[in-house]
């Protein structure tokens, strides 16, 4: 068996490839620990992977059939030792529950069959055949990839991490401007949109995205899908236009064109100021993926959807609202912003509802409503000061990339684990995909974990085990009790809120419904490469109460619509509302709120649980976090990776400075420091080469609409 | 840059920055000298294209280095074939892109970019565009981009309604933005032009005015009603946003403005005494360069104009004197005509029988002169600009733009009925907005002497009684020709202005309890008997000598001022002032 090649001795044993895990293994990595980071499935990402369509009607499948397996190899027991004992791990994943697949698409009538015949395997976005001719592949050998032998059952798994293919110079990473030309991820750079965001104008976002993309895909390297690039780019290009929509989108179609979709099994955003896009800025990672702005936050409210004016530019512009709501609004986000400066506002209510909070600050309903369920989006229970703090961190958010808080990555949230990884296997990092730890063994002197006993049978030592909470057998917990999230994703045939233009990523608020807990809705467009054209990919999460079809169901049909059944009346029913192609519904586990103490570990695992039904990923990261800092508490969590380009060379002058001359430009003047630095920011206003010294010194976030 | 942070750094970085600094100088300075050298031997290469280039592009504002540089271009365009040109100056734009990218507010930069999309044989301006719109969504204001994005449409001929759907854009993602809303204010009227006509019916009622078009207030740079209100509404959703946003606010006040006034004779003014004509013009000209020409009784008569104080070139009024004997007469009838040759236009004035004087004249009323600077608009259009305007006031107390518009809108609504509020909102705009508050305080007075103005001529009198209203500042004097009494007492006035000299009917002028100092304003009044000013700050001999151009003097008082104190005082007056028979100190 290949994996033999592994070596048997590393710094940190990783076991799962979710966020939390893939963060760590890139931390540890980055300074110089020898990570082993393995997942059992055979895609990265974990529960946080994103899957082409026909990859996750297969994954559907594989995944009901591994619960009947079971495996009950006991080589390993050989492989301990005097004084060691061990401590077994699961080998199945239960996190998932009551998938239930419905096909409203026409063609058939029994979905699961005719949906499992032309699936191939359960392949996440990256077929393997694929992935062996890429030729970006080389571009950033991992020592992983020379070191790692292939798992037994699916060749080798130990590339680095498939965001990589995509990282041609015409990306968009969070630290760049959408449209400048240099290619610079540093963080100075991302100063450089906090200004200049503020200043792009909506419009051109929406211009200027779709077509970048088409260049990515166009010139990027040979991508993996083996349809013809060409044709793509003109399709995902093309306006859509109504009548071509008219045209049923079959199951077939869908299938056929399985591979545009990447469909996310957790759905969240980044906060443009959360902790996970500065984690992205600050390591750098950010160039390993492209994003595009969440270009609208939308609602439910009186059985309509309707846009929330949130940013100055919104309230300006917005038709819903009278001139004077125009200035209620504006008056109450303005003081959120900086809330802390008014106690006086606020004080009473602090043992108060934020809602009742609201009643008193002279908004009408609908604006109530926009503040409460889709600024703050905290539930209507929330104290006044959960409700300031989630509005300021909003507010905050505002204007950095665009008009919305909010950012995705392109190709979908599966792609962050991936990116993570890759920095990981670019510093030495090695991966096996496939590949699972079958036992920890104890050293039952010190109760330590001394090595793990890998599927393959071979005993790998280390000094720290990072594990998926997922991989922790019954035995070994407490009495936990888990939460669960009810998910649903659905393809549409148009977007919840048409409008001028097709491509819009729209965050959808629906606030409760009888008694029923909020549910965020993320509508996808064709551009944010998560689904075929002339469709869109809806993701639907909440807390759960029940099953996720009984927690999501009732939003489903209030805002969507299904086809009429057998052909007649098409298109008639309902047609103010998108209609149903296809829909998922499953409840994932949410093992966020569990404390450590609930589980009998030995000291030196480390336990990373699994998504949570947040809108961020900041428990996520913070939990990274955390972690990385009793494993190596005297290193610093992901510094800076240097940027080949931004390299400054010892004598050179850095770029940007025009053709070697540089300040003295003006040299009678006999300027002082503050002229150069003034220059300095002025080449920087217009996106110039990097200066790392700028980097560090990042000033402090400034509130949006700022002049 | 705005809100940047600055780098502080260590002695040694500072130590190494000095020293690449100066490398980088030596360079630069021997670059620049090979680059005079060259030009002073008229050299008009390759390498001097290259060694300006390189210079230029760490330095663009170098405007000797940009002429030199169109002398080689311009030199090369004759050695060249037509592609090779086209090629050199295509090459030229990219440099320029460069050089943008280091200073994105280079002048010069900016300025041969033009030159060179002038000389180009085949402009691509939908680069140009795209440049242009590159660098705006940088920095939306940037001034340099805007003056050459204007220069761009110009020569491209974007369409109209093109550049106005480009002002929507930028507007919508930022309104702070005083460039786009003043291109907005370029485009709309030739976009959506105001037709004269109908004309409103708020100017209907005017039967003593000529009912040609050209009425004072129908001039160009006016926008259609249809549109205006639009307009209304997009920078009301502005202003209602963000209400401490000044851009908007102007770009309110020009909507809501008017245009300039027609130039024309407003008064012609005859006197058998002292056989004087007085002529009040619209606005301030130069009587002496117009071509104005006095026609009596059908002679056309050889006049030296004069202006009301010699310290005006321009000036609403201008006087003079006719040969003596022309109308001394009482007992002649007299026609004049003013003729200004220049604008086509004139006034006739006919002096009767028995009158000692007369004028003719439009009034203030007739003119609608103080509708502030407001429009014409119909009433009910700014009636409900009001409103609006009131109820962001309830939202925004304090707010000095809304306060301040309202001031506007009542003005041009009705300006006396509306005073108490006015005065006010006046109290209200110096608390919130100290910093100002003479500009209120005069901007008070003016409207003051307005609403005064008004009811006088409504009154038909020729008395003006202003006492007691807080005035700092005296202005619209041209207006009061014609007033032969005038109470000023109890303001804070600090001085009688030149432009006091225009109140060439005037007998008696009370101004007690100012704070004056200076009389220079009462200068050359042929009529002036009567002087009170008690209670005011004049402290010298030479402050009164103005005095002494007013013939007619008699009466002066000059109790409470500072002067009162000099010694000899009495005499030195009666030696100053003759005239005067009753002097009270």
């Known amino acids: 068996m290949a994996a033999d090649n592994l070596p048997t001795e590393f710094d940190v044993v990783i076991l799962g490839t979710g966020l939390t895990e893939s963060v760590i293994a890139a931390a540890c990595s980055r300074v110089g620990q020898r990570v082993l980071h393995v997942d059992r499935r055979n895609y990265y990402a974990g529960n946080w992977a994103s899957f082409t369509f026909n990859g996750l009607l297969a994954w559907i499948e594989e995944y009901k059939e591994q619960q009947k397996a079971a495996d009950s190899d006991e080589g390993w027991r050989e492989k301990l030792e005097e004084g060691e004992e061990p401590l077994l791990l699961n080998q199945i994943d239960t996190s998932l529950s009551n998938l239930q697949v419905i096909c409203y698409a026409s063609e058939e009538p029994e979905e699961e069959e005719e949906v499992t015949t032309p699936v191939a395997r359960p392949t996440p976005q990256i077929p393997d055949t694929a992935t062996e001719e890429r030729p970006g592949k080389s571009q950033a050998p991992p020592t992983g990839e020379t070191q790692a032998p292939p798992t037994q059952k699916n060749g080798t798994q130990s590339e680095p991490p498939p965001a990589e293919e995509r990282d041609t110079p015409n990306e968009a990473t969070p630290t760049e401007e959408k449209d400048t030309p240099s290619q610079d991820t540093t963080n100075e750079g991302t100063e450089t949109i906090e200004t200049q965001g503020e200043a792009q104008p909506e419009g051109s976002q929406e211009e200027v995205d779709p077509e970048q993309q088409a260049e990515g895909e166009g010139e990027g390297p040979q991508e993996e899908q083996t349809t013809p690039t060409e044709g793509d780019t003109a399709q995902s290009q093309e306006p859509s236009p109504a009548e071509a929509k008219k045209k049923k989108i079959t199951l077939a179609k869908i299938l056929k064109e399985g591979r545009r979709f990447n469909i996310d099994l957790v759905s969240k955003l980044l906060y443009s100021r959360g902790s996970l896009v500065n984690l992205l800025i600050k390591s750098n990672v950010s160039r390993y993926a492209e994003f595009k702005n969440v270009s609208r936050i939308l609602t439910y409210r009186n059985g309509k959807v309707e846009q929330v004016p949130c940013s100055r530019a919104d309230v300006f512009g917005s038709k819903q609202l009278t001139v004077v709501e125009k200035r209620m609004l504006m008056k109450f986000l303005t003081f959120c912003l900086d809330y802390e400066q008014h106690p006086e506002e606020y004080l009473d209510f602090t043992e108060r509802s934020f809602w009742e909070f609201l009643q008193t600050k002279k908004l009408t309903e609908n604006l109530q409503h926009f503040v409460l369920h889709s600024i703050a989006m905290v539930p209507p229970g929330a104290r006044t000061g959960e409700g300031l703090r989630a509005t300021q961190h909003f507010l905050r958010c505002l204007g950095r990339y665009g008009n919305t808080p909010f950012l995705f990555p392109l190709y979908g949230m599966g792609e962050i684990p991936q990116c993570f990884c890759r920095m990981c296997a670019v510093f030495g990092g090695i991966y096996c995909l496939r590949h699972s730890v079958q036992c920890l063994v104890l050293d039952k002197e010190s109760g330590r974990c001394k090595a793990v006993i890998d599927t393959c049978g071979q005993r790998i030592s280390c000094n720290h085990f990072v594990v998926e909470e997922g991989y922790i057998r019954e035995e070994h917990r407490r009495g936990v009790a888990y939460r669960q999230i009810s998910r649903a994703v659905l393809i549409t045939d148009r977007s919840l809120l048409p409008s001028e233009s097709e491509q819009q990523i729209s965050l959808v608020t629906v606030p409760p419904l009888q008694g029923g807990p909020a549910v965020q809705v993320i509508e996808l467009c064709s551009s944010s490469m998560t689904c075929m054209p002339g469709t869109f990919l809806v993701h639907l999460t909440c807390p759960s109460t029940g099953t996720a079809q009984e927690d999501l169901a009732p939003v489903v049909s209030r805002l969507f619509a299904e086809p009429a059944s057998d052909g007649e009346d098409q298109g008639e029913v309902d047609s103010e509302k998108p209609t149903l192609l296809w829909a998922l519904y499953y409840n994932m586990r949410d093992s966020t709120a569990v404390d450590r103490s609930g589980y009998s570990l030995p000291s030196n695992v480390y336990l990373c649980t699994g998504p949570d039904p947040a809108l961020g990923s900041d428990h996520a990261i913070s939990q990274a976090e955390s972690v990385f800092q009793q494993l190596l508490p005297d290193e610093e969590f992901c510094p800076p990776a240097p940027n080949p380009e931004d390299i400054v060379y010892d004598g050179e002058a850095p770029q940007g400075e025009g053709a070697g001359f540089g300040e003295p430009a003006q040299p009678e003047r006999g300027e002082g420091d503050g002229g150069e630095e003034e220059q300095k920011a002025e080449s920087e206003q217009d996106s110039e080469g990097p200066q790392t010294d700028v980097a560090e010194h990042n000033p402090t976030p400034a509130p949006p609409a700022e002049e | ?585």
């Open chain 2, 1 to 585: 840059m705005h809100g940047r942070v600055k780098l502080k750094s260590t002695a040694q970085q500072e130590e190494e920055k000095r020293k690449e600094r100066e490398k980088k100088l030596k360079v630069y300075l021997a670059a620049r000298d090979a680059c005079f050298n060259k030009r002073k031997e008229g050299v008009m290469d390759d390498e001097a294209l290259q060694l300006t280039q390189q210079l230029l592009s760490s330095n663009p504002d170098f405007a000797t280095l940009w002429n030199y540089r169109r002398e080689i271009l311009l030199h090369q365009e004759t050695v060249r074939s037509g592609d090779e040109v086209q090629k050199l100056y295509e090459e030229e734009l990219s440099f320029l892109e460069g050089c943008l990218k280091v200073n994105p507010k280079s002048y010069g930069s900016w300025h041969h970019r033009g030159w060179v999309c002038s000389r180009i044989p085949q402009p691509d301006w939908a680069r140009e565009l795209g440049l242009c719109d590159r660098c705006l969504s940088l920095d939306d204001r940037n001034f340099h981009c805007w003056d050459y994005r204007r220069m761009v449409v110009k020569l491209s001929g974007v369409p109209v309604n093109q550049e106005l759907q480009f002002t929507d854009r930028l507007i919508g993602s930022n309104f702070s933005n005083y460039s786009s809303w003043h291109y907005r204010s370029t485009l709309l009227p030739l976009l959506h032009p105001h037709s004269p006509e109908p004309p409103s019916p708020l100017r209907q009622p005017r039967p003593s005015r000529s009912p040609e078009p050209s009425s004072p207030q129908t001039h160009s740079h006016r926008v259609c009603e249809e549109q205006l209100l639009k307009e209304y509404e997009l920078v009301q959703n502005a202003f209602f946003t963000d209400p401490n946003d000044q851009s908007a606010w102007f770009y309110y006040r020009w909507l809501l403005g008017r245009a300039e006034r027609e130039e024309m004779i407003s008064c012609v003014f005859v006197s058998r005494e002292g056989e004087r004509v007085v002529v009040a013009f619209s606005r301030p000209v130069n009587a002496l360069a117009v071509g104005l020409v006095l026609v009596v009784d059908g002679q056309p008569l050889q006049v030296d104009w004069r202006s009301a104080h010699p310290r005006f070139g321009h000036s609403p009024v201008w006087i003079c004197e006719l040969p003596p004997g022309t109308i001394s007469d009482t007992s002649n009838e007299h026609n004049l005509t003013v003729n200004w040759t220049e604008k086509h236009t004139h006034r006739d004035c006919a002096l009767y029988t028995g009158r000692s004087e007369s004028w003719c004249r439009d009034s203030a009323t007739d003119q609608e002169l103080f509708r502030s600077e407001l429009s014409v608009e119909k009433t009910s259009v700014l009636q409900s600009e009001l409103q609006s305007c009131t109820q962001l006031l309830e939202l925004e107390p304090e707010n000095k733009w809304c306060v301040l518009t309202i001031v506007l809108l009542m003005r041009a609504l009705d300006p006396l009925g509306y005073e108490k509020e006015t005065l006010a909102h006046f109290e209200t705009l110096k608390e919130v907005d100290s910093m100002r508050s003479s500009y209120y305080s005069d901007l008070c007075s003016k409207f003051m002497i307005e609403n005064t103005i008004l009811k006088m001529e409504y009154a038909e009198v020729r008395v003006f009684s202003l006492s007691g209203k807080k005035l700092t500042t005296l202005c619209h004097l041209d207006q009061l020709l014609l007033v032969t009494h005038i109470n000023l007492s109890s303001n804070q006035l600090q001085a009688l202005p030149p432009q006091f000299a225009m109140l060439q009917c005037l007998e008696v002028l009370e101004a007690d309890d100012n704070v004056i100092e200076s009389l220079c304003g009462l200068y050359h009044l042929p009529r002036l008997e009567e002087v009170s000013l008690r209670n005011n700050q004049i402290s010298r001999l030479s402050d009164l000598k103005p005095l002494t151009s007013c013939p007619k003097l008699t009466r002066l008082d000059l109790r409470g001022n500072p002067i009162i104190q000099i010694e000899n005082i009495q005499s030195e007056l009666a030696e100053l002032l003759p005239t005067v028979t009753d002097l009270l100190l």
